[in-house]
T-cell receptor, first 113, second 110 residues
């Protein structure tokens, strides 16, 4: 099915561990983004990409790295997990140069203990 | 991107139209109005977008005032499944950064 696929759906990490959240889309979208949503709050942009090989920082980039080696994939890497990174992470994608809505994945629920 | 203002919450009776307002008084000529919603704990869902003309799709209608300083999302026959947080976002055509505000919590009551 066409869409944005995020894995894993749930993850528990210990403080200091690193991990990669995976995001893949099969719609040939140029734009991809990562958001985090803390309980009872809105979505905040972590990193985004306008195409393969191009990434930039959003509102809350500290503690996260991204890369975009292909159009389809946009992984988010947590370098050294902290309890403050406990959140729900959403990946989204969209066509770039025309007005078009973003398609969101179903999220990864991360708990750092 | 221009800032938007939405009421924090609204109620609507099931089967009635839900009209969700949004103010975007600093919108510029190349910025579109987008609406998304987020049903509890799910990823946001795109609903509709428009530039200056009214738009309608299978989910909703979007009414944009002539001066483009405000808009209204209309759900013509709200159901319980429409209970969600609705976000109004203003963004350039090729904008790569989607910025979410606080949105409006719409509760559809039986």
């Amino acid at each position: 099915n066409a869409g944005v696929t995020q894995t894993p759906k749930f993850q528990v990490l210990k403080t200091g561990q690193s991990m990669t959240l995976q995001c893949a889309q099969d719609m040939n979208h140029e734009y991809m983004s990562w958001y985090r949503q803390d309980p009872g709050m809105g979505l905040r942009l972590i990193h985004y990409s306008v195409g393969a090989g191009i990434t930039d920082q959003g509102e809350v980039p500290n503690g996260y790295n991204v890369s975009r080696s292909t159009t389809e994939d946009f992984p988010l890497r947590l370098l050294s997990a902290a309890p403050s990174q406990t959140s729900v992470y959403f990946c989204a994608s969209s066509y770039g140069t025309e007005p078009y809505g973003y398609t969101f994945g179903s999220g990864t629920r991360l708990t750092v203990v | 991107d221009a800032k938007t203002t939405q009421p924090p919450s609204m109620d609507c009776a099931e089967g009635r139209a839900a009209n969700l307002p949004c103010n975007h008084s600093t919108i510029s000529g190349n910025e579109y109005v987008y609406w998304y919603r987020q049903i509890h704990s799910q990823g946001p869902q795109y609903i509709i977008h428009g530039l200056k003309n009214n738009e309608t799709n299978e989910m909703a209608s979007l009414i944009i005032t002539e001066d483009r300083k405000s808009s209204t999302l209309i759900l013509p026959h709200a159901t319980l499944r429409d209970t969600a947080v609705y976000y109004c976002i203003v963004q350039e055509t090729s904008g790569s950064r989607l910025t979410f505000g606080e949105g409006t919590q719409l509760t559809v009551n039986p």
